[in-house]
């Protein structure tokens, strides 16, 4: 340590030693800094690739047993869904114009008065995919507030989209659909989807898409039963 001290005093007599010095001195802090840049966590990152399966998981926070109202915007038109769900059962009603009617829902087989028919909103398969989805594309970013609640930002391309519900390939430039997810006390109350790319992309628009999901009554809902079997 001496010797040291001894070189420093000698190097700060001469301008080439004080030089040496200043450089040095420099040197060592910005290599500090930039190993304590790299040892530091990150709270937070924008590639989400391999954070995705981590990050969030909608049928482990919501589990199998809610209410939900869903609002689907396509342009100019509005329609809506509102219903509950136990397990692989669901009951919901869908509003669309002069149209409202009820469906009964097992598995991926819809009933209304009694028989099978049609699925009555093609955007439902969408809603039925929400966990595919979401891993299917990459997060962006999370916001923590103060009263607990999260919202998470996913981005997806219309051609993931698209695959996911086993329509045909798409080969387009486009900007990335979003995903704003919000979850409170552990559940997710909403989700928003902005498809304004992927509707124009697969010509479902004009312009613009946009479905908005509610959640709510977590574990509340009782037996959903086919009332319209007979």
Avoid at 64 to 71: P, V
Avoid at 121 to 137: E, F, R
Avoid at 185 to 212: G, H, P, Q, W
């Amino acid at each position: 340590m001496k010797k040291v001290i001894e070189i420093i005093k000698n190097l700060k007599k001469t301008p080439r030693g004080r030089g040496i010095l200043f450089f040095t001195f420099y040197f060592f802090f910005f290599l500090i800094l930039a190993i304590v840049a790299r040892l530091s966590p990150n709270d937070s990152t924008m590639d989400g690739k391999e954070d995705n399966e981590n990050v969030f998981s909608f049928v482990e926070y919501n589990g199998d047993n809610y209410k939900y109202d869903y609002t689907f915007y396509v342009d100019s038109y509005t329609a809506y869904v509102k219903g509950e769900k136990n397990s692989d059962k669901e009951w919901f009603n869908y509003s669309f114009g002069n149209e409202n009617r009820d469906y009964y829902k097992e598995n991926f087989l819809y009933y209304s008065d009694g028989v099978i028919v049609s699925k009555p909103n093609a955007l439902l398969d969408i809603t039925d995919s929400i966990d595919t989805i979401i891993k299917k594309s990459s997060y962006d970013s999370i916001t923590n507030y103060q009263s607990g609640k999260k919202v998470y930002r996913y981005q997806i391309s219309s051609a993931t989209i698209n695959n996911i519900l086993g329509m045909q390939d798409l080969d387009v430039e486009e900007k990335p659909n979003e995903i704003v997810i919000s979850v409170i006390d552990n559940r997710v109350t909403d989700i928003e989807f902005i498809l304004d790319s992927y509707c124009v992309a697969t010509r479902t628009c004009s312009d613009s898409m946009k479905l908005n999901l509610k959640y709510s009554d977590f574990e509340s809902v009782k037996e959903i039963v086919n009332d319209n079997n007979n």
